[in-house]
């Protein structure tokens, strides 16, 4: 059986309050990747649709895209893994393809987050943990990955302003990506200035520039054998390793607070079908809807040791120049984080980067990619790799 | 332990329930009674904490009640300034995890401990609580 390849990527800028309905964000999402792949609704053999359900009203809105954007009577089906949701698309994706069922897939990835309001918001996606024996208490995102920054500062001795070192690279690249929600300059001084908004507490020890933004947002991506890709794409990018792990739900479930095991067995499974070592990725997109969540990437994925994320970030080595380039797209803290689209905007940013088509925010030369998407609290991860060759 | 013919007594736990009817609302009773508890398999003698009715290492629904005593260590916790929607009148609050060796409880942190007295790794004991919507939940305490 051939290899699988990702011949187009596509995605909407992610926006604060998107104009139209769902069914219109897609559309716009997947007319980006139909120009990019050159193809049309007719070449593709069938179309997954991810979201976390609870932001819109539709049910099942697999069909209804399927519908609006020409890919009926091909099969489709809806999947969701929370913020993961788009990779664990990519990844049925490419079984099916590998399988030989299909040929040509389409990956939509979308979310609608402004329908509700911010509270609200907080409230479905404190659902997304423990809803009988941890909701009740009065969870958010923010709060359990708080427990997750305390937990590695009492560890490793990681201090706030390692974390706000993050977001500040996170808005060198938001700046210049048209895509990005947050287009704004950070600087460490707005995480000292109570007055800033940077400095707001949220869930202690983590601040407002510690956390992502809610945004709308659709990516889409198409995969195909080899033999299509080959046929229909000057540049296809492969698929050299897709690794995948759950975790328990509920914190009590979990080993400890400085890591997440979920996305360290993820990447250790990516990287062995894949036959690398982190050593040889070129760049990376990492789940970065914190800070901390970035710097303990670093460690879960070897590109530090333990403990060691932070001289990382201190020496700028993971800025576009640095050894290892990550979320030089502003990742989720800039771009912001529209939850069901955000695994195939990663997917896109690694294909381009591969394919030498970011601009401004291009790495040298890149060989092999790595996407890190992590969905829930640690609850569920994909680790994609992907090579130019 | 009285039972109403719907047993939805799962609706008091925490500020805000999302769960009405579970095989485990005998927690609850226990809360009134002021007590935290957790479940163990009679089979193979796992410990649940929170309570589950089954047990998936020997697929057995044979359990019965331990009470959650002793002293914990705190693991983990985070001060929240934002809630989400229904919590807004319970800010600010601390969840936290207590690790008691065997089995682990995540939970809040007593609202009277102050700021500068939670330490990770500190001892802590579970206590059960009624909140000020007559909703129950429990709390750690400085053990």
Known sequence: M???????VGQTAFVRGYPGSIRE??????KDCMIDAQISAKDIDASIVCSAPEYDKQRSPSGVFAEYLGLTPQPTFYVESLCSSSTTGVKLAYSLIKSGLHDVVAVIGFQKMSEISSAESQER???GTDVQWESPFGTMMPAYYAMF????MEKYGTTLEDLALIRVKASTYGQINEKAVYRKAVTLDMFTDPNNPMSGP???????????????GCSCLILASEEKAKAICKKPVWILGIGSASAPVNMTGRKGFAGLDVADIAGKTAYKMAGITPGNVNVAEVHDCFTISELIAYEGLGFAKPGEGKDLIKSKETYKEGSIPVNVDGGLLSKGHPIGATGGSQVRTIVLQLRGEMGDM?????????????GGVGLYANIIILGRS | MAKKEVDDRFKKFGTVSFTAITKTNDFVGYLEQGKVMGTQCKTCGLQFF?????CFQCLSSDMEWFEVGGKGKLLAYSKLQFGPMGFEGDLPYCIAVIDYGDYKVFG?????????EIKIGMEMKAVANKLPNDQLNYVFQKA
């Open chain 2, 108 to 116: 809040r942190i007593d609202k009277n401990l102050a700021d500068d």
């Open chain 1, 362 to 374: 291009q790495v040298k030369n890149p060989e092999i990619g790595l996407v890190h998407n992590v």
């Open chain 1, 149 to 152: 920054a305390k937990g590695h």
């Open chain 1, 125 to 127: 996606m404190g659902r």
């Open chain 1, 2 to 8: 051939g290899r699988v390849a990702i011949i187009g």
């Open chain 1, 25 to 30: 964000l897609a559309f716009e999402g997947f």
């Open chain 2, 50 to 54: 929170p309570p589950r009715a089954d």
């Open chain 1, 202 to 216: 949220v869930a202690s020890p983590l601040r407002v520039g510690d956390c992502c933004a809610n945004a709308d």
